[in-house]
């Protein structure tokens, strides 16, 4: 390992290198360390999710500089349609209808594949000679050092940083290491995951379909594609993801319907268990975590990585400030005011997406009543509508520089 760095980014995922180009961008060096072989991570068909990005993260994609590599490939998400229905049957006529003229900002978001946006960071971080990337490397321990914190590999090997950025996903190993607990339950739910040709065009339009075991999300995609994310009791999808591709195909078609035409898969089918995971702290004596170290949350609004994005460019912005006040970047003040920030934001949405999903997965009739009244008002109620819509393009609340 090199000696010492601005900043230590523990994992190497989307969060931890989208936070290196943001280092690099604010005039911070970094070195980013992960336990897993570098070639695996960026291998081509290592994760086959695709996201929906907001638009506030999209106008930080651009100041990083990736939106260049990724603008002809992504799909504007114009509309969101919600219905809900039963497994087997029609969906209802659409509940709800976000349309992106009330937005007035042009899309919603865009749809970016993970197969474009990875090779897009690892393009643009072997160019910054700033930012170093230690792979097959795991800390063991970590000691304050004055203005450093020394951070211990197993190896034996160390590395001095003056704020340690926790990005190291889900219930953090390192997080915990220092003393931060975690809070969270298993959904006993899991995400299937593929891409998928159909006959007519999708015109930009995003589908959310509730049922029972969990919502049908259909996504589009470049072309005549879409992205679904298919949630089922872990039960089920354990036992679809055991299928081959035509009767994996016979079981979806009854949830996703017959408006697209006919569907095909295209590549790889993928599942994501999934949990919910939410540190107790978002900073510790010069560490901060960000992205799925600091919230993991129920993928049912595509807000995962929206939220991770929105961490990087708030700790990106505290830091800045005390760097250009000529204050210590990793004191525990400066890192006060990015828990300040996040914390409440990111942990109230992780839970109302959690009552999101005990509300519509659920066939109990009290539970139905609620969310068709729910449902109604919001329809009915433009300017709730609009602040919904808003909130969905993270463009409310306090916005960090990288998203503005
Ligand atoms: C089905 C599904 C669909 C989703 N769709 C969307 C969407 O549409 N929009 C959206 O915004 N979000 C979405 N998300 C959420 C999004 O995928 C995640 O929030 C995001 O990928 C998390 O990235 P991360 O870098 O924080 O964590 P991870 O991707 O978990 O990366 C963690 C990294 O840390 C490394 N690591 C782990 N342990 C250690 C260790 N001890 N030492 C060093 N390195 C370590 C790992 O190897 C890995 O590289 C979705 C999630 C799911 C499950």
């Known amino acids: 390992m090199q000696s010492t760095t601005d900043i230590a980014i523990i994992g190497g995922g989307l969060a931890g290198r989208m936070m290196a180009l943001a280092a690099a961008r604010a005039g911070l060096s970094a070195t980013i360390i992960d336990k897993a072989p570098k070639g695996d991570l960026e291998a081509d068909a290592f994760d086959g999710r695709s996201y929906a990005m907001a638009h506030s993260s999209v106008r930080m ?19 969101i349609k919600i219905s809900d229905g039963p497994v087997h049957g029609t969906p209802s006529a659409p509940l709800l209808h976000f349309d992106h ?34 792979d097959k490397t795991e800390i063991v321990d970590a000691e304050q050092e004055g203005r450093y914190l020394k951070l211990i590999a197993r190896d034996g090997s160390d590395l001095r940083a003056k704020i340690a950025v ?7 190993a390192f997080a915990k290491s220092v003393g931060i607990g975690y809070e969270g339950w298993d959904y006993a739910q899991t995400s299937l995951v593929c891409a998928l ?3 007519h065009p999708h015109n930009g339009i995003a589908y959310q379909h509730f049922m ?19 949630t089922e009791t872990k039960e089920n999808a354990d036992t679809i993801m055991s299928l081959d591709e035509r009767a994996y195909l016979d079981v979806l078609r009854p949830r996703f319907g017959t408006f697209l035409g ?23 004596a010069r560490t901060a975590l960000i992205g799925d170290a600091a919230h993991g949350m129920h993928p049912i609004a595509g807000q995962g990585l929206n939220s991770g994005l929105r961490d990087i460019a708030a700790l990106i912005d505290v830091i800045t400030e005390a760097k250009q006040r000529g204050e210590d970047i990793g004191a525990d003040a400066t890192l006060a005011r990015y828990q300040e920030w996040r914390r409440f934001d990111a942990t109230a949405l992780s839970l109302a997406l959690d009552s999101f999903n005990h509300l519509f997965s659920s066939n109990n009739p009290i539970l139905r009543a609620i969310r068709t009244t729910g449902i ?22 306090e916005l960090p520089e990288l998203m503005r």
């Open 101 to 134: 003229h009330d937005l007035y900002e042009g899309p919603m978001g865009h749809m970016v594949e993970d197969r474009h946006l990875r090779p897009a960071l690892v393009e643009m971080l072997d160019e910054v000679k700033t930012i170093h990337y230690l």
């Open 262 to 284: 006919k569907i095909k898969l295209v590549g790889q089918r993928y599942s994501y268990p999934l949990n919910l995971s939410l540190a107790r702290k978002f900073v510790a």
């Open 61 to 79: 994609l651009r100041k990083l500089g990736l939106w260049d590599h990724l603008e002809q490939v992504s799909q504007p998400i114009l509309d």
């Open 212 to 230: 029972p075991p969990g919502p049908l999300a259909i996504l589009p995609l470049k072309g005549n594609r879409c992205s679904i994310v298919w």
């Open 197 to 199: 040709e159909h006959e």
């Open 166 to 172: 926790c990005a190291d996903g889900r219930t953090s």
């Open 376 to 397: 109604h008002v919001i329809e009915n109620t433009p300017s709730l509508k609009t602040a919904m819509m808003r909130q969905a393009a993270g463009l409310s609340g």
